[in-house]
């Protein structure tokens, strides 16, 4: 009994451990798309990034062993990650050519809700499918512990997203910063992901 109380234990921990450690990379893609937006639209978008990052881990985990079967998955994740790492790039340049009184009228268009949330949705996809297969291999059965280490981490996320959206706003060096990181875990998602389906053919 002590041994498999061990184990369980072991278990739960590395689980929430791994999950923590994921939301910290989503909560400075949500925060980082989020910033530039009016006060108002900051808050819906956080919120909005926080409860679909649930939705979908919670989604993906109900699957999780399935997903694991599915050869290519994280690859097409980490090129929509590259995509919306691309959109960040163009909107972090545009900033700059607006704090630019040089840049000609016209010349920068300004960040809408829209936008925000649909780069957001397509980066919570990406960010929930590797999170969800980093702890599938650990989690097997224990469809519990899972489910608490992802709700755990949406939780932080959501406090930490919001406190990087503030301090980017502040601090827009930052958000070049938080490009490089967002660009890090895409490629790495990528090169995971073409690795795998190298392997399988």
């Keep these: 009994m002590p041994e498999n ?79 919306v790492s691309y959109k960040m790039y163009r909107e972090l340049r545009e900033g700059s050519q607006a704090d630019n009184p040089d840049a000609p009228p016209g010349s920068v268009g300004r960040k809408t809700f829209a936008a925000a949330a649909f780069q957001i949705a397509v980066a919570d996809v990406s960010m929930s499918l590797d999170n969800v297969l980093a702890v599938a291999g650990v989690a097997r059965d224990h469809m519990t512990a899972l489910i608490f280490g992802l709700v755990l981490s949406i939780a932080l996320m959501g406090v930490a997203a919001n406190f990087i959206a503030r301090w980017m706003e502040k601090h827009r060096w930052m958000a070049w910063v938080g490009l490089l990181i967002i660009l890090f875990v895409a490629l790495k998602m990528t090169y995971e992901g073409g690795h795998e389906v190298l392997a399988a053919l």
Excluded: C, H, M
């Excluded at 939301?23 to 530039?36: C, E, F, I, T």
């Excluded at 979908?56 to 985990?61: D, E, K, L, M």
């Design 5 to 83: 109380f061990i184990a369980e234990f072991y278990v739960f921990f590395t689980i929430v451990l791994i999950d923590v450690a994921l939301a910290g990379d989503n909560a400075v893609v949500v925060g980082q798309l989020a910033s530039g937006l009016p006060s108002e639209q900051k808050r819906r978008a956080i919120l909005l990034g926080v409860v679909l990052a649930l939705v979908f881990r919670v989604a993906f985990a109900l699957v999780a062993v399935q997903l694991l079967q599915i050869i290519g998955l994280l690859l097409a994740g980490g090129l929509l990650l590259l995509w």
